[in-house]
């Protein structure tokens, strides 16, 4: 079946770039989207079809896809990104969502 | 304002049926998109459950699949999830969201994607005799 993988844990300072990268097989082939979900919270979705931003996401916050990779960047990393992000592609061989096993951002 | 909520039981003892409704308001789900259960264990990351469109058409998690009923009610504007012979490992948050799957045609080959755009605040449930 079809996986997404995700680094566990991605650190970054206050006012750099941070980069969460998500790894499947062929995932260029695919559309990725991105979840940023705070604790308690339900997840927000802040990318959608690999490079677009919802309504209400702010400009930091990227997408790419390409290869194998599919990228989240945050630049401008502020206090409050801090949170859990989930990458989610659909698998069409087997008619699925599947989501990445998330990665942890910290905000030094 | 789209806003899904999620109700049900928090409680369910081991073998039974857990079964939890979203109700949906600011949007009519007879408009179209699609309509979906994830599910969230402590500690533990996303699961998808299943989703369908309003018309009745259904994906679900192959590994839930045996278990698994998520049915529309249009007249209620709501949605539910059924999932059967529960055991502890059931026990976890669980979501409803709104969903949009398409494709987009690439040099003569159809990409399909799905994204969810909203969610519900979820509700935990515990599998528990």
């Known amino acids: 079946s079809y996986e997404l993988t995700q680094p566990p844990s991605v650190s970054v300072s206050p006012g750099q770039t941070a980069s969460i990268t998500c790894s499947g097989d062929k995932l260029g082939d695919r559309y990725v989207c991105w979840y940023q979900q705070k604790p308690g919270q339900s997840p927000v979705l802040v990318i959608y079809?690999?490079?677009k931003r919802p309504s209400g996401i702010p400009e930091r916050f990227s997408g790419s896809n390409s290869g194998n990779t599919g990228t989240l960047t945050i630049s401008g990393t502020q206090a409050t990104d801090e949170a859990d992000y989930y990458c989610?592609?659909?698998?069409?061989?087997?008619?699925?969502?599947?989501f990445g096993g998330g990665t942890k951002l910290t905000v030094l | 304002q789209v806003q899904l909520q999620e109700s049900g039981p928090g409680l369910v003892k081991p073998s039974e049926t857990l079964s939890l409704t979203c109700a949906v308001s600011g949007y009519s789900i007879s408009s179209g998109y699609y309509w979906g259960w994830i599910r969230q264990s402590p500690e533990k990351g996303l699961e998808w459950i299943g989703t369908?469109?309003?018309?009745?058409?259904?994906f679900y998690n192959p590994s839930l699949k045996s278990r698994v009923t998520i049915s529309v009610d249009t007249s209620k504007n709501q949605f539910s999830l059924n999932l059967s012979s529960v055991t502890a490992a059931d026990t976890a948050a669980y979501y409803c969201?709104?969903?949009?799957?398409?494709?987009?045609?690439?040099?003569?080959?159809?990409?399909?994607?799905?994204?969810?755009?909203?969610w519900g605040k979820g509700t935990t449930v515990t599998v528990s005799s």
């Open positions: 079809q690999d490079t």
């Open positions: 989610q592609a659909w698998d069409s061989s087997t008619a699925r969502v599947v």
């Open positions: 369908i469109y309003h018309s009745g058409i259904t």
């Open positions: 969201s709104r969903g949009l799957r398409s494709s987009i045609s690439r040099e003569g080959t159809y990409y399909y994607y799905y994204y969810m755009d909203v």
